[in-house]
């Protein structure tokens, strides 16, 4: 066994350097950030060249890649060597307002404008799609490039009007009093009069103006569809089917699947509520499509458990295919454990055969293919459990922190308390756990000598624990700052860059 773990540390990747690479919506030090300008979700396109963010205040931020198109199409880079160290680089593209605060007047609540979750949808003749929703309403937005229409000067001037500007009439019988619309207080409002007739060529004082399409373009988001009054609870998810048609949404006890063509109608694929609602022992907390597999789906819940299903089954999918859940000792159970123990986000690896949890204390990684247990469990900030008290009277307990997985599948990374944010290395014999803050400088809470303790991941049929961290104070010695929290984080497709969300500034980061 140890042999195999020296040949799997041998192996194994050497730890990323990661250094600063951009920052969007840098506040100056002492500026109050305003609530509506906090960043809610984070999510890059499937080719990377695009990122989007949504904000509490409802409204979406779209960026692009500007190095490849700088420099030519990405096939073309690569048959020109182009080198490969190049870390992308993004500009502001648009923004617009994806939601409104709303009022339910039959149940009386406010529905708040916040961006909960956002997908990309496949593009198509050049225009970028997308799915953003809030609480109760999703909409599906097209953005495209159309050409600024100008007006250009009007079809004649104004010097060579009738009767130096005076408009040319016909003449009439006697004195009229003229109405509005042409009528006339003497005859019936329909009457012609048979003097009355068009010059040749029209009225040539009549101006009208002259509208041309410039060289300029602008960016016009246009919402195409609005999927709502389908979900009872807040929803929690939405995500894309491979197929390209289809997506579904997720609330505490329903997940619904959609048509992207058709707004009228859902079909409820999962419902968990019972009977009596003081039965009900979980909620769901998340939902995600399998990558490449349309029929496929997992979905989480509040008790840890990840439930893999199979759309081919039936409609209502009250089986799953696969349970994924790890259960702990009944000696060291606590009246945290059940809280703790509560998903909030999982992610499909790239090519669909792992899964990625991430709970309140750790990430986990899960094999399909292996419903036993986690695969790797890592310790996201263990020095907090002695805390587990005052982060529960004050609510920290239920922030629900993002995972994500590097395209290559050999790293994942999730945020934490001041800021900070870790990246392990998913690779059998890896000790990569390096802790990073969302600053331009982003390895000045790095301590020294970081402890990370040997992991075996030889046989892949036990659990290897690993970032653990000194009791009660972050890898600087300090303790955490509860108040700044970095829940929302995505890695890059096909790179190793990291985008993620400090308050209302977006950080971006390569290695």
């Given at each position: 066994?140890?042999?195999?773990?020296?040949k799997?540390?041998?192996?194994a990747?050497?730890p990323l350097?990661?250094?600063?690479?951009?920052?969007?919506?840098?506040?100056?030090?002492?500026?109050?950030?305003?609530e509506?300008d906090i960043i809610?979700?984070?999510?890059?396109?499937?080719?990377?060249?695009?990122?989007?963010?949504?904000?509490?205040?409802?409204?979406v931020v779209?960026?692009e890649?500007?190095d490849?198109k700088?420099?030519g199409?990405r096939?073309?880079?690569?048959?020109q060597?182009y080198?490969k160290?190049?870390?992308?680089?993004?500009?502001?593209?648009?923004?617009?307002?994806s939601?409104?605060?709303e009022?339910?007047?039959l149940?009386?609540f406010?529905?708040?404008?916040k961006?909960?979750?956002i997908?990309?949808c496949?593009?198509?003749?050049?225009?970028?799609f997308?799915?953003?929703?809030?609480?109760?309403?999703?909409?599906?937005?097209?953005?495209?490039e159309?050409?600024?229409?100008l007006?250009?000067?009007?079809?004649?001037?104004?010097s060579?009007?009738?009767?130096?500007?005076?408009?040319?009439?016909?003449?009439?019988?006697?004195?009229?009093?003229?109405?509005l619309?042409?009528?006339?207080?003497?005859?019936?409002?329909?009457y012609?009069?048979?003097?009355?007739?068009?010059?040749?060529?029209?009225?040539?004082?009549?101006?009208?103006p002259v509208?041309v399409s410039?060289?300029?373009?602008?960016?016009v988001a246009?919402?195409?569809?609005?999927?709502?009054?389908?979900?009872?609870y807040?929803?929690?998810?939405?995500?894309?089917?491979?197929?390209?048609?289809?997506?579904?949404s997720a609330?505490?006890?329903?997940?619904?699947?959609?048509?992207?063509?058709?707004?009228?109608q859902?079909?409820?694929i999962?419902?968990?509520?019972?009977?009596?609602?003081e039965?009900?022992?979980?909620?769901?907390?998340?939902?995600?499509?399998?990558?490449?597999?349309?029929?496929?789906?997992?979905?989480?819940?509040?008790?840890?458990?990840?439930?893999l299903?199979?759309?081919?089954?039936s409609?209502?999918?009250?089986n799953?295919?696969?349970?994924?859940?790890?259960?702990d000792?009944?000696?060291?159970?606590?009246?945290?454990?059940?809280i703790l123990?509560?998903?909030?986000?999982?992610?499909?690896s790239?090519?669909?055969?792992?899964?990625?949890s991430?709970?309140y204390?750790?990430?986990?990684?899960?094999?399909?293919?292996?419903?036993?247990?986690?695969v790797?469990t890592?310790?996201v900030?263990?020095?907090?459990?002695?805390?587990?008290c005052?982060?529960?009277?004050?609510d920290?307990?239920?922030?629900?922190?993002?995972?994500?997985?590097?395209?290559?599948?050999?790293?994942?990374a999730?945020?934490?308390?001041?800021n900070?944010?870790?990246?392990f290395g998913c690779?059998?014999?890896s000790?990569?756990a390096?802790?990073?803050?969302?600053?331009?400088?982003?390895t000045?809470?790095?301590p020294?000598n970081p402890?990370?303790?040997a992991?075996?991941?030889?046989?892949?049929t036990?659990v290897?624990?690993?970032?653990?961290?000194s009791?009660?104070?972050?890898?600087n010695?300090?303790?955490?700052?509860?108040?700044?929290?970095l829940l929302?984080?995505?890695?890059?497709?096909t790179?190793n860059?990291?985008?993620?969300?400090?308050a209302?500034?977006l950080?971006?980061?390569?290695?």
């Amino acid at each position: 066994m140890n042999g195999s773990s020296a040949k799997d540390a041998e192996r194994a990747p050497p730890p990323l350097e990661w250094k600063f690479s951009q920052v969007f919506g840098e506040r100056a030090a002492g500026e109050e950030v305003q609530e509506v300008d906090i960043i809610s979700a984070i999510v890059f396109d499937k080719s990377g060249d695009y990122l989007a963010t949504g904000d509490r205040g409802g409204r979406v931020v779209l960026f692009e890649r500007t190095d490849l198109k700088d420099h030519g199409d990405r096939r073309e880079l690569e048959r020109q060597d182009y080198p490969k160290n190049k870390h992308p680089e993004f500009r502001y593209k648009t923004e617009f307002q994806s939601h409104e605060p709303e009022f339910d007047y039959l149940k009386s609540f406010e529905i708040e404008e916040k961006i909960n979750k956002i997908r990309w949808c496949q593009t198509a003749n050049g225009a970028l799609f997308l799915l953003s929703t809030n609480d109760k309403t999703i909409k599906y937005w097209k953005v495209q490039e159309k050409k600024v229409k100008l007006i250009t000067e009007v079809n004649i001037d104004a010097s060579q009007a009738v009767g130096n500007g005076r408009i040319a009439r016909s003449s009439t019988n006697g004195p009229t009093t003229n109405l509005l619309n042409g009528g006339c207080s003497e005859r019936p409002y329909n009457y012609l009069n048979n003097d009355f007739s068009f010059p040749s060529g029209g009225f040539p004082s009549l101006r009208l103006p002259v509208v041309v399409s410039s060289q300029e373009t602008n960016l016009v988001a246009r919402c195409r569809r609005i999927y709502a009054h389908a979900h009872d609870y807040h929803i929690n998810s939405i995500s894309n089917n491979s197929d390209g048609e289809t997506f579904i949404s997720a609330d505490d006890l329903r997940i619904n699947l959609w048509n992207l063509e058709i707004s009228s109608q859902s079909f409820n694929i999962v419902d968990v509520k019972p009977a009596n609602m003081e039965d009900l022992a979980e909620v769901i907390t998340s939902a995600e499509f399998h990558p490449t597999h349309c029929n496929l789906l997992a979905y989480s819940s509040s008790k840890g458990s990840i439930r893999l299903i199979d759309l081919r089954q039936s409609a209502l999918c009250d089986n799953h295919s696969k349970l994924f859940e790890e259960h702990d000792a009944p000696v060291s159970r606590s009246f945290f454990t059940d809280i703790l123990a509560s998903i909030s986000d999982i992610k499909f690896s790239k090519d669909g055969r792992h899964i990625l949890s991430r709970d309140y204390m750790t990430v986990k990684l899960w094999d399909i293919n292996m419903d036993s247990g986690p695969v790797a469990t890592f310790q996201v900030h263990e020095h907090l459990r002695p805390k587990l008290c005052d982060l529960y009277e004050n609510d920290s307990i239920f922030d629900k922190f993002e995972c994500g997985l590097s395209g290559d599948g050999l790293r994942v990374a999730t945020g934490s308390y001041s800021n900070l944010f870790r990246v392990f290395g998913c690779t059998p014999g890896s000790n990569e756990a390096t802790t990073l803050e969302a600053s331009k400088n982003p390895t000045r809470r790095q301590p020294p000598n970081p402890s990370r303790p040997a992991r075996s991941l030889g046989s892949l049929t036990r659990v290897a624990r690993r970032g653990t961290e000194s009791p009660g104070v972050d890898t600087n010695g300090n303790s955490h700052d509860f108040t700044t929290k970095l829940l929302h984080l995505a890695w890059h497709p096909t790179e190793n860059s990291i985008a993620c969300a400090a308050a209302n500034s977006l950080y971006m980061y390569r290695a």
